[in-house]
């Protein structure tokens, strides 16, 4: 039987009610990474770093106990014209799977108190900052997926 840290782990991995994330990025066209979808102002890869960093700022959080000095909006998202080539995409794509890893880690980890404060002094707990990038990364998945879908770089299977 799954334990609630189990479950908090499948809804990181997988959601159970959206397609996972790595089959959203799975072949994702190289020659279009750097595209901007139509009336959206970044592109794929942009998007794809953005959960990136998101994901890793709240990890580091967690893992250090302090709080990260990020500046809203521009250390979130990368500077709208930077593009990147196929190695830094699958970079990225590599990166976010290790800090993934290491927050389910982090979870399991049951010399974590999940309903202590996130750092020292916050008003919100491990748990809520946990649940906070499973949200985040099933948003901006499901977005990655959609764009895929309009701009129609999905491969076979995903027709409609």
Known sequence: MATWRD???TTLDTGNAFTPWREIVADFPEDRI???PPNVPYTFWHLLEHIRFCQWEI???LVTGKQVEATWP????PPRDKEVDAAQWHETVRQFEVDLEALKAFVRDESRDLLAPAIPGATYTALASVMSVAEHNAYHFGELAILRQVTGTWGPGHEG
């Not at 521009?74 to 998202?77: C, K, L, S, V």
């Open 7 to 9: 479950e908090i782990i």
């Open 34 to 36: 750097n595209e901007r």
């Open 59 to 61: 990890l580091e959080k």
């Open 74 to 77: 521009d250390d979130f998202w």
